[in-house]
């Protein structure tokens, strides 16, 4: 199983916060691999920048100490997205869907919105 995590399951999994589901946190302690977009880096650093958010460590040195891999925004991903349709207004998850959809992961999320796009998802 390959998982995609939404921004805030990365961040409920890094600080173990129990907002997190069951079938979530067994999933992502389970899956053969479980990726963090680059999407999540971008989101994560303008939520720091504006004051959003604070976070004590880096988010690219949390995610390799939990063994997540990157997962970068590809032009194959870039093609997918322009083939969505606008059924979503937020980029970053419309990115998430694009990518789920190009490697043929499973999306951890609480946004309802995922559904419309039918790519599986694991809620948290």
Do not use: C
Request: avoid cysteine; charged fraction near 25%; aromatic fraction near 8%.
């Amino acid at each position: 199983m390959k998982l995609i995590l939404d921004t805030h399951a990365v961040l409920w999994w890094l600080n173990d916060d129990r907002k997190l589901s069951r079938e979530a946190r067994s999933g992502i302690a389970t899956a053969e691999r479980v990726w963090v977009s680059a999407a999540s880096g971008w989101e994560v650093a303008i939520k720091k920048a504006s004051g959003r958010l604070r976070v004590s460590e880096p988010l690219w040195v949390t995610v390799a100490a939990d063994n997540f891999t990157e997962l970068p925004f590809t032009l194959r991903h870039a093609e997918e997205l322009e083939r969505l349709p606008r059924l979503h207004g937020d980029p970053f998850d419309r990115i998430l869907v694009a990518q789920a959809r190009v490697e043929s992961a499973i999306v951890v999320t609480h946004d309802r919105a995922f559904e419309r796009y039918g790519v599986p998802v694991i809620w948290t």
